[in-house]
Antibody, heavy 123, light 107 residues
Framework: EVQLVESGGGLVQPGGSLRLSCAAS????????MDWVRQAPGKGLEWVGR??????????EYAASVKGRFIISRDDSKNSLYLEMNRLKTEETAVYYC??????????????WGRGTLVIVSS | DIQMTQSPSSLSASVGDRVTITCRAS??????LAWFQQKPGKAPKSLIY???SLQSGVPSKFSGSGSGTDFTLTISSLQPEDFATYYC?????????FGGGTKVEIK
């Protein structure tokens, strides 16, 4: 089955760190761009960052609000994606989704989402 | 950053109604526009990419149109399973940005 499964969420204190994982199955992660998107309680969707595919050297892009604090990485041997989050803020409490982007005719578009993992930043 | 503005923010409609949601980009994005459906407590589901291309498995009652700055998502005949929140997203440039969402409720 083609799916993404996130894990690693939980309660963390402000200023703390957390590492989220996203396990891919049914497809080869390295062929795709992979993103993290978050959603604060009762709010809309917010893009966090992206890692491009192997053919594009796994280069990364980040939202300005997380650049320098969050790091996206991959492990091809585990077909997995990671989000390392540092110096977390209370306003970053959210469900964090892993999303796959696929390519067609010049478009890299989201076509698969995980169920999400909840991160609560609170003292 | 490209701002995405959806209207309306919410609407009430009946089963069988034709529903149209609008999304406007703050600058031209060609057709680098996607639509998503999200039900309460669930992950988003991808519906449309490239403004008008239906994702695999998405029923043809959903359609998208537009180019440049103005886009629409249309549901031809609203069914009970379509009551949800819909988001547009531009992927023309970074940061990728989403509209604020349109909640479709039962009248």
């Amino acid at each position: 089955e083609v799916q993404l499964v996130e894990s690693g969420g939980g309660l963390v204190q402000p200023g703390g760190s957390l590492r989220l994982s996203c396990a891919a199955s049914g497809f080869t992660c390295s062929d795709h761009y992979m993103d993290w998107v978050r959603q604060a309680p009762g709010k809309g969707l917010e893009w966090v960052g992206r890692t491009r595919n192997k053919a594009n050297s796994y280069t990364t892009e980040y939202a300005a609000s997380v650049k320098g604090r969050f790091i996206i990485s991959r492990d091809d041997s585990k077909n997995s994606l990671y989000l390392e989050m540092n110096r977390l803020k209370t306003e970053e409490t959210a469900v964090y989704y892993c999303a796959r982007a696929s390519y067609s005719n010049g478009h890299w578009y989201f076509d698969l989402w995980g169920r999400g993992t909840l991160v609560i930043v609170s003292s | 950053d490209i701002q995405m503005t959806q209207s309306p923010s919410s609407l009430s409609a009946s089963v069988g109604d034709r529903v149209t949601i609008t999304c406007r980009a703050s600058q031209a994005i060609n057709n680098y526009l996607a639509w998503f459906q999200q039900k309460p407590g669930k992950a988003p589901k991808s519906l449309i990419y490239a403004a008008s291309s239906l994702q695999s498995g998405v029923p043809s009652k959903f359609s998208g149109s537009g180019s440049g700055t103005d886009f629409t998502l249309t549901i031809s005949s609203l069914q009970p399973e379509d009551f949800a929140t819909y988001y547009c997203q531009q992927y023309k440039s970074y940061p990728l940005t989403f509209g604020g969402g349109t909640k479709v409720e039962i009248k």
